[in-house]
């Protein structure tokens, strides 16, 4: 990076950060190219057990998109992370709850699928761990859409803070 501090904080969030989450981070990494330097994108689960590695599944989406998620271990949100988010994507309405109930602001956490509005809500991020390969491969379909739907609120709060 090349400062100390990140221009913007994106977290992903879904319940045992084994699938999801981790996905998602991944994939806005990838679209965020070069700005990706100025921006800390993480991953963490509301129910997640810490240090599992991401799923088999997971891996295996990843890898053919090109993406490693070897080294990926498993983190819970805790307030201070939700907290130093500029943006917190769930991937459900419960993650929502969940993360309210730790302070983060409601107004930086969204639920991926309806963000910004309109959305698209009939496109939902369903958790994959422990279905076949085809569901794990509909899970990334669907989060690669969200993805480019959100990249440009996101550069466009990096061009913002890099004005002020």
Do not use: K
Not at 49 to 64: D, H, W
Not at 78 to 96: I, Q, Y
């Amino acid at each position: 990076m090349a400062s100390a501090e990140p221009a913007v904080r994106v977290l992903f969030v879904c319940t045992g950060n084994t699938c999801r989450s981790p996905l998602a981070a991944a994939s806005l990494v990838n679209a965020l190219g070069e700005d990706a330097a100025r921006v800390e994108v993480l991953s963490a689960g509301t129910s997640a057990r810490e240090g599992q590695p991401a799923s088999e599944g997971t891996r295996y989406v990843a890898t053919r998109a090109g993406m490693d998620l070897e080294s990926h271990r498993a983190r819970r949100a805790t307030t201070p992370l939700v907290r130093a988010a500029d943006f917190v994507f769930v991937m459900e309405p419960l993650h929502r709850v969940a993360l309210e109930a730790l302070g983060a602001p409601r107004e930086r956490v969204h639920v991926l699928s309806e963000w910004p509005e309109p959305g698209d809500p009939g496109l939902p991020v369903s958790d994959p761990f422990g279905g076949s390969r085809e569901a794990y491969e509909e899970c990334w379909h669907r989060i690669q859409q969200h993805v480019r739907r959100i990249t440009p609120a996101v550069r466009e709060a990096l061009r913002a803070r890099n004005a002020s």
